[in-house]
């Protein structure tokens, strides 16, 4: 008589695993050593730079001594300075002219170059050519456009009859204007080639629907090309907002902050406590400051476009 064998069951704990006396399986390391080199630099150049200025803002420290710790004493100071509260007004209202003239002159600018298909790459290069060049090149333009006596600007506004004698950068109403031009001439090519690329990735089926529908083109572009083009908005604004807040190299050439003290922005206001003055304790607390500004502004700003896009699903 056969003796037939039976399999027992293997013994399990009571999460369902085996139990004890089976192999685990090991961890791999290897994709850590891939990512230790990065590591080891985003700690060495972003993490520790920032800890050691974030001390350093607790210190009276100077350019050459390393200071005594005085606590939160620079940032009291620093929201008691009224030059920090000028700086700061000056910043908001550059980032407040500006972006919007960018985002909208961008936009303006891709619609056409879009529309336009003889000499398409000529246009793009155009446009987006002033944003290579270095912001003392531009600076160095612009200073003289605006020349009192010889400039471009006022020998446009004599030409057409106005009146030439406008203190472009002498003039404290008018200066920021003319830095704000300046920097939408320099910059609008970045926000012209982000938009001009969300152009080109729309499906022409939906115009071609449109069209036959009865849409004209302004009803096309209200209906179809402004809304497709949201989120490329909501990055170009977010992007522009960021570098508007940013601001110095072409308001540090082309006014130093003058007339008095109408243009001068934070950072240069940093630059000149921190180098001028030798108080680089002081000048880290106005920088973290500004930092914490710039963060909460900026998660406003994700905020508003992440609930703007679960509402439109």
Known sequence: MAVRSVARPSR?????????????????????????????????FLVWPLLAGLGTATTSAGLSNPGEFVGLDNFVDALRDPDVWTSLGNTLWFTLLSTPLLVLVGLVLALLVHQLTPGRWFWRLSFFAPFLLPSSVVALIFVWIFQPDFGMA?????????????????????????????????????NFLLYLAALQSIPQEFYEAAAIDGADGWR???????????????????????????????????????????????????YEIGF??????????????????????????LRLFGNRKESGR
């Open 154 to 190: 006022d020998g446009m506004l004599a030409a057409i009859g106005l009146n030439p004698n406008i203190g472009w950068l002498s003039d404290p109403s008018m200066a920021m204007f003319s830095i704000v031009l300046t920097t939408t001439w320099w910059t609008v090519g970045f």
């Open 276 to 301: 001028t003055n030798f108080r680089i304790g002081y000048a880290s607390a106005i920088s973290y400051l500004f930092f914490a500004l710039v963060l909460v502004i900026a998660l406003v700003q």
């Open 220 to 270: 096309r572009l209200w209906s179809i090309t402004l809304p497709l083009l949201g989120r490329t908005t909501g990055l170009v604004v977010v992007l522009q907002l960021l570098a508007s807040l940013k601001v110095f190299d072409q308001i540090y050439l082309m006014t130093s902050g003058g007339p008095g003290d109408a243009t001068i922005p934070v950072i240069q206001y940093v």
């Open 12 to 44: 399990r704990d009571s999460s369902g695993s085996p139990a004890h006396g089976t192999p685990r399986r090991r961890r791999d390391w290897t994709g850590l050593l891939f990512v230790l080199p990065f590591l080891a630099f985003f700690v060495a």
